[in-house]
């Protein structure tokens, strides 16, 4: 049977490559996975008791739209811990994949321009296209860093909104305090939104980590509990603004209520325990895992030491193709993403760094020798 019955739409995405990858990694015997976005601890004990507790006692039905009022007023007092705003408009949502569709449904219409970085996280640009909305991209080669100049040259008449990440996948990338505020400046002069993506806001090993709700109050921001908590399987999230973006948090929740409904219910009151919970120790152990990593690729590969999330995005040395090399990498049991799939170059791989010591030095040994080879 031909697929002409599928849409338009759903013929613009391409298969993730990082579910490739993944693809791949089941054949494999015992592998060195540097591919997966997830933290390698568990859920920690006291949050699982209160979403057991939760289900237990009967929690099981649909929440409210935007969900749990308890935690909908816990997630705004942590919002007041970094901005200004006096009444946060707040919707929890299905993971912030779940909150990235929403608005990007919310605001695109097609041919409208949204300008983000290049690398840039995958789903951003797969649902933007499929959307029928135009990825603009700033090059942000070879330092990530944000190049502000870039970001307001790349702004037409058709830009919608600006979509930044930090901490970012794929690069560990984290903004300083001037480079929000001279991007909120770019922003306030267009008068445009900027949809700040920051689920690793945890894992940020900067001394102060600079978020850009803090500097610009059109700011959409997302935050979720899928990496500091290791719940990526409880599909939990939220879009928090200020209140002149009420129209916006009120679209999504409206189309919300046509698609996921509400976020799992049950599970939200795991994640309100969660915003209570101190991650430092877990956060340490990441940025020695960074540390190591670091100092073991740093001799083979010319690396920007990553300064956040769990992630390095790394140089093939003598500019071969990333694709081949990472062919290789597998072929010697290590799997890493290939930099096309985070990006419109492909010159780079990603390591996730989130797994043992032992299998950072393992993987680590192995990719040096694939780079000395030529
Ligand atoms: N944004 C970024 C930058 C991510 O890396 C991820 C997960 N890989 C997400 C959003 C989505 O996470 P979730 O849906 O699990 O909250």
């Not at 494999?28 to 540097?34: A, C, M, S």
């Not at 390698?40 to 289900?55: C, G, H, S, T």
């Not at 129209?247 to 325990?273: D, H, N």
């Not at 193709?321 to 890493?336: C, G, P, S």
Request: net charge negative; charged share 25%.
């Amino acid at each position: 049977m031909s697929d002409s019955y599928l849409s338009d739409r759903s013929k613009r995405i391409d298969a993730s490559g990082i579910r490739k990858v993944f693809a791949l990694a089941a054949e494999l015997e015992d592998p060195i996975n540097f591919s997966i976005g997830q933290p390698d601890f568990d859920v920690p004990e006291a949050l699982k008791r209160q979403a057991i507790e939760a289900i237990e006692r009967g929690f099981n039905r649909y929440s409210q739209t935007m969900g749990e009022r308890q935690l909908c007023e816990a997630i705004a007092t942590d919002v007041q811990k970094v901005t200004t705003w006096s009444d946060p408009q707040v919707l929890t949502t299905s993971g912030v994949s779940g909150a990235l569709l929403l608005a990007f449904m919310a605001v695109i219409n097609p041919g409208d321009e949204i300008v983000t970085t290049d690398p840039y996280f995958v789903i951003y640009k797969h649902v933007i296209n499929m959307l029928g909305g135009k990825c603009v991209f700033v090059d942000t080669y070879p330092d990530f860093q944000l190049p502000v100049e870039a970001f307001r040259q790349a702004i037409t008449e058709r830009t919608k909104m600006i979509v930044i990440n930090s901490p970012s996948n794929p690069t560990g990338t984290v903004y300083s305090a001037e480079e929000l505020q001279a991007l909120a400046e770019v922003a306030r002069s267009h008068d445009l939104i900027v949809m700040s993506d920051e689920i690793y806001e945890k894992f940020s090993y900067r001394p102060n980590y600079a978020s850009m709700a803090t500097y610009y109050d059109k700011t959409l921001l997302l935050r979720g509990f899928s990496k500091a908590y290791a719940m990526t399987g409880w599909r939990l999230g939220y879009a928090a603004t200020h209140p002149c973006l009420k129209p916006l948090i009120e679209a999504m929740t409206k189309i919300q209520q046509y698609t996921f409904v509400c976020a799992p219910a049950p599970l939200q009151w795991g994640a309100l325990t969660a915003l209570e919970y101190d991650v430092t120790e877990l956060v340490d152990q990441y940025r020695t895992k960074r540390d190591l990593l670091y100092d073991c690729l740093k001799g083979d590969f010319d690396l920007v030491k990553p300064e956040g999330a769990f992630y390095a995005f790394v140089p093939v040395p003598g500019g071969r193709d990333a694709t081949r090399f990472v062919k290789e990498a597998i072929a010697n049991n290590v799997l890493v993403i290939p930099g096309n799939v985070f990006s419109e170059r492909d010159t780079h791989f990603r390591i996730s760094y989130a797994t043992s010591n032992e299998k950072i030095e393992q993987g680590a040994e192995i990719l040096c020798r694939l780079a000395r080879q030529g």
